[in-house]
């Protein structure tokens, strides 16, 4: 069934959420989330940066009738968005919930998002290439995400002639995606390695295993706050299970480092962060504006507070919620005569987003 | 002009100039090699073919080596 709009996700930070944002899961201390997504492309046809809008009406139309012959147990129904025809609002929710990207949503018609019910799964048409096939879960299960999209994937290769050679692999539009067309990245949150200045010296570590290292809203992003994408740089040489085993044990490293700092800072400053976790509490209660920045940066703080036993009721579930509420995607896709207009209604309405899930928060704690 | 601005190829990283052979299409998609220097993106699966050794050339350097040893068709 095709739907223009995404109405699960076009409200304003109220409304129902990505499942990859509910609930605990491992490691979610720090890892908020695991994604893996798989490129493809459908052979015979040029890849979307090249295609005329015919040939990627074409190639839309193979992909969209490929995937609803296919009926996959765990995935279950599937809604099909046409980007083009999604409000400004509902193209931002789709970036900040990560079931597709700025690009895709910018690159004009014929653009399309298979999202299941649960919007951990989403099948991309006409991004970078034909088909992304992509998975997010919360928190540390970047197998769990493989195992889904590699029976997606393996659906779709049924259904499909896809552009691949026997040396090198699945072929992709980016030279660097060819072979596995495999990216594996988890999403994590590291405020005490940048508090203890120990963030230089992870990192190193992770990029010693292949591991690369971007913002919130990946390549260039520059949005801090403490939460980074890392994922695999090497699409060839290694199996699928082999880079997903790679990318786990970079988040679980990440995650004892980070676990450790944190038990670091509360034995030796433990006034300090005090006043730290104080001081963005006060910053969000008298907030009339908040820029996206300053926005990531206190939720940051008071989700660092949080695991370490202040009361700024920022559990998992808030502070993944209120992330995806940030809509940093807005401030990306709006066009130039609507940015100023869009940027200012979000920063307005965001300290009151944040009081209000906060204060909910605090009363389902205390009933 | 390009050459002049080698730290803006994005293929290969530094690069050192482009020759002749740089110039040549892709039958298919006419897709130039300089093209897929500078962005580092092919326009379609048959610039593997036209480009071969050039993109073969690419993925050693990044991946240290050009052979797929994952999932296959």
Redesign the interface.
Known sequence: MRHSGLSALSGTGSGKHPSWIHGSAPLSDVVISSRVRLAR?V?????P??ATEVESARVAKQVLNAVHRFNLRTVGSLQTLDIDALSGQQKAALVDSHLTSVPHVLAGKHRYAIVDHKHTVSVLVNE?DHIRVQVILPGLQAEAAWRTA?EI?NAL?RELP??????????T????N???G?RVSVMVHVPALTLTNRLDATWTAAHSLDAAVRGLYGEGSQIGGNIYQVSN????????LQTVGKITAVATYLQAEEAGAREILLKTQPDEMQQIVESAQVTLRDAERMSLDEGVRVLSTLRLGHLMGFDTCVTDQVFAELLAGLRGGTQMIASPDDRARDIFYQETRRPALFRNRIRAERGADAA | MLADQPEQLG?FGKFEGLGVDDLALCP??S?SLAQ?YVD??????QC?VAFRDD??R??VM????????????
């Open positions: 492309n052979t015979g046809n040029v890849f940066h090249r970078e590699d994937d290769l896809v552009a691949y050679d026997p040396e090198l692999g699945f072929l539009a980016s030279v660097a060819c072979g596995m495999l740089v090497v699409s060839m040489g290694s199996t699928e | 293929l298919s998609c897709t897929v580092g993106r092919v326009g379609c699966e593997y993109i073969k690419a993925l990044i991946h240290g080596t050009s052979r797929h040893t994952g999932k296959t068709l």
